[in-house]
């Protein structure tokens, strides 16, 4: 099973938004509406920022929103903050046949 | 407080063994899907292995054959047998809770180095 594709890098300046992609297939982002967004600090562990696509977590701002369309998912962040500097994954579940569960290659986001 | 703590990393050599541990507090383990997830230096987060609350057990291609989870509902602690180690098994090693809505407790990780 391979990783979902997101681009390396994704940048704004305070107050705008950036939007990551999420290429998958058809056999995890593509098949189920199953696709999570982590955000990671360095030298700390992720922590689940959007779930089933859309849904938000309890205390996550409304400010991470994702959305899906066929194989590609995406995280945006709106009203960027110094503090949403940091790397972002994406993940799907992907059935049970060959890896359960995919993370993307991961994105990291400065704020100019 | 619901957390996951892990232990066990360390220095091993190419070919050896090793085994981590998780602790859970605040949930029972066995009421939930229990992953582990690693991360090498510099690298993106890659899932290694998962148990199901109904005991179903998958691992990725990368350590089928070579490691082995396991849990204690007794201890309410998850754990990773790791056996004929790599160099590309240097990682951080998280354990995780969850699946289909996601991972939502993450331990602070452990960190295994397979070098000689």
């Known amino acids: 099973q391979s990783a979902l594709t997101q681009p390396p890098s994704a940048s704004g300046s305070p107050g705008q938004s950036v939007t990551i992609s999420c290429t998958g297939a058809s056999s995890d982002v593509g098949g189920y509406n199953y696709v999570s967004w982590y955000q990671q600090y360095p030298g700390k562990a992720p922590k689940l920022i959007i779930y089933?696509?859309?849904k938000r977590p309890s205390g996550v701002p409304d400010r991470f929103s994702g959305s899906k369309s066929g194989n590609t998912a995406s995280l945006t962040v709106s009203g960027l903050q110094a503090a949403d500097e940091a790397d972002y994954y994406c993940?799907?579940?992907?059935?049970?046949?060959?890896?359960?569960?995919?993370f993307g290659t991961g994105t990291k986001v400065t704020v100019l | 407080e619901v957390q996951l703590v892990e232990s066990g990393g360390g220095l091993i050599q190419p070919g050896g063994s090793l085994r981590l541990s998780c602790a859970a507090s605040?949930?029972?383990?066995?009421?939930?899907?229990m992953s582990w997830v690693r991360q090498a230096p510099g690298k993106g987060l890659e899932w290694v292995s998962i148990?199901?609350?109904?005991?179903?057990?998958y691992y990725a291609d990368s350590v089928k054959g070579r490691f082995t989870i396991s849990r204690d509902k007794s201890r309410n602690i998850q754990s990773l047998q790791m056996n004929s180690l790599r160099a590309e098994d240097t990682a951080v090693y998280y354990c995780s809770r969850g699946l289909y809505s996601g991972m939502d407790v993450w331990g602070q990780g452990t960190t295994v180095t397979v070098s000689s």
């Open positions: 148990i199901y609350f109904s005991g179903n057990i």
């Open positions: 993940s799907s579940f992907a059935g049970v046949t060959k890896d359960v569960y995919v």
């Open positions: 605040g949930f029972a383990v066995s009421d939930h899907y």
């Open positions: 089933e696509v859309n």
